[in-house]
């Protein structure tokens, strides 16, 4: 039965190849017809190396005058074939009887090279004079329409084969190596009508088998010989409503769903930069209910945040909404002598000073002046004590600045003394007096007691917050000290 499938088959396939080679033959066009022309021409004319039309004596094949149609539709020739010099190859394509003994040829191509391929070129054309010899002859590239069974062709026009002898390969190819448009050999198609179509590869349509969700999921290869193929029932663009082993596929708007991650039961680790450009929510309750991990270390937030604070850890991981700390907000470190030193800074409401001077001999004694926003007039007052001793209070709007070290003759010493004193601003609002205190330090060597001071002032304005302190070296009697190098101020803000 098999065999008797395969004869109809090749039957069927002869038949059709039978017919359409008898069509082929009932059409077929002789656009290339070789001629033996038995005598030359003469051009009746000169002609100049651009023209392109021919006037000759007729062309004749014994005695018949040919045209155009005994050539096809391109003939050759040579004009001046015995003058080496002047020897020029043409073609033509169109023949007009003048019915006068001369044609005309029309069409004409100039100075084509000898050599492949065959280009016509303005450097090979020559003039030549009236009764110059034509020939129609056997050019180079009147054999380049013949075939050559060593060269590589691109075939223009119907071949047609005897259907005793039709074209046949060495052997049956290996047909997943050609193309669609490859003749098939008798063998391929015998063994396409045994099994009703070939097996399928990338390359060709054919045979298959339908893979199983498993097999899909598995990279499943049977071989070359059982290709399995995926099945649109076991695919799905919406993978949270159709749980197993289902191939993923595109939503219409081109992004895959966000179910097909699994957020609750599945880690992620992302080894490249993430950009995240919307709202991304973090719950991070604790440390051990959903921390947030970072650099290995585990943070939990807390679920409210209490205003004008700070973000603050405990040093456990925990974090806390706590009051502002502080920012170093100018400093400065002396490289040389100089009378007074002047830092500016951004306005904080609360500000710290933090001051260590050494202050050259003064015959007087030495001391430290301060000043707020380079204001030198009487608009300090003072209360302050030495040694935790008696109180010394100077009227509001009575100094020029404050004399740190008090004037009651606390003074550093005159040979490489020290002064250390925190000042500290704890309000500092435009529209207020600005109120401070100070705690100052005197290092009086190793032969002396240590004396302090300590004390609170005013600067009387009330238009703009502190941006700016001074501290200058003073005397108390006489004398013009000065800050030595080393001397190091440096101002904290809050941050607000």
Do not use: C
Request: neutral net charge.
């Amino acid at each position: 039965m098999k065999n008797k499938f395969k004869k109809i088959v090749s039957g069927l396939l002869i038949g059709i190849f039978s017919l359409s080679i008898g069509g082929l033959i009932a059409n077929a066009t002789q656009n290339f017809t070789p001629v033996q022309v038995t005598q030359p021409s003469y051009l009746k004319l000169g002609i100049g190396p651009s023209d392109t039309s021919i006037r000759i004596t007729g062309l004749l094949s014994n005695t018949t005058l040919l045209t155009m149609t005994n050539f096809g539709i391109k003939g050759y020739g040579t004009l001046d074939p015995n003058n080496s010099g002047n020897s020029e190859t043409i073609d033509f394509t169109g023949i007009v009887n003048n019915l006068d003994g001369t044609e005309t040829l029309t069409g004409v191509d100039r100075g084509i090279s000898n050599v492949y391929p065959y280009t016509a070129s303005v450097s090979n054309t020559h003039s030549h004079s009236a009764n110059s010899i034509f020939v129609v002859s056997n050019t180079a590239q009147y054999y380049s329409n013949f075939l050559s069974n060593i060269n590589d062709a691109t075939i223009t026009s119907s071949y047609i084969y005897s259907s005793t002898t039709p074209p046949r390969y060495d052997f049956d190819p290996v047909w997943g190596s050609f193309s669609n448009e490859s003749l098939a050999s008798v063998a391929y198609v015998n063994s396409v009508a045994f099994q009703g179509a070939p097996t399928s590869t990338e390359s060709i349509a054919g045979i298959s088998r339908l893979a199983t969700k498993l097999q899909q999921a598995s990279t499943t290869d049977l071989g070359a010989n059982i290709p399995l193929v995926l099945q649109a029932k076991y695919a799905t663009s919406s993978p949270g409503s159709n749980a197993g082993l289902f191939t993923l596929i595109l939503q219409n708007d081109g992004k895959i769903s966000q179910n097909a991650l699994n957020g609750t039961l599945e880690n992620y680790t992302f080894n490249a930069s993430t950009t995240l450009a919307a709202t991304t929510t973090i719950a991070a309750s604790s440390t051990t209910t959903a921390p947030l991990i970072l650099n290995g270390i585990k943070y939990g937030f807390p679920s409210s945040q209490a205003a004008s604070t700070t973000l603050a850890t405990d040093g456990q991981g925990n974090l806390t909404w706590s009051l502002p700390n502080w920012d170093l907000i100018a400093t400065t470190t002396l490289s040389g002598s100089i009378a007074t030193t002047t830092l500016s800074f951004p306005a904080r409401q609360n500000i710290m000073i933090l001051v260590n001077a050494s202050e050259s001999a003064a015959v007087g004694g030495g001391v430290l002046n301060l000043q707020f926003n380079s204001d030198t007039t009487a608009t300090y007052g003072a209360n302050y004590t030495t040694n935790n001793g008696s109180l010394t209070a100077v009227a509001e709007n009575t100094l020029k600045n404050i004399v740190l070290n008090g004037s009651n003759g606390t003074v550093i010493p005159a040979t490489g003394g020290l002064a250390s004193l925190i000042i500290d601003i704890p309000y500092n609002i435009a529209a207020q007096r600005k109120l401070f205190d100070w705690r100052m330090t005197l290092d009086g060597g190793a032969a002396l007691a240590t004396p302090f001071v300590s004390g609170a002032g005013v600067w009387n304005n009330s238009s703009a917050p502190i941006t700016s302190v001074s501290i200058g070296a003073g005397f108390i009697t006489s004398g013009s000290p000065t800050l030595q190098s080393g001397t190091s101020i440096q101002v904290y803000g809050s941050k607000i």
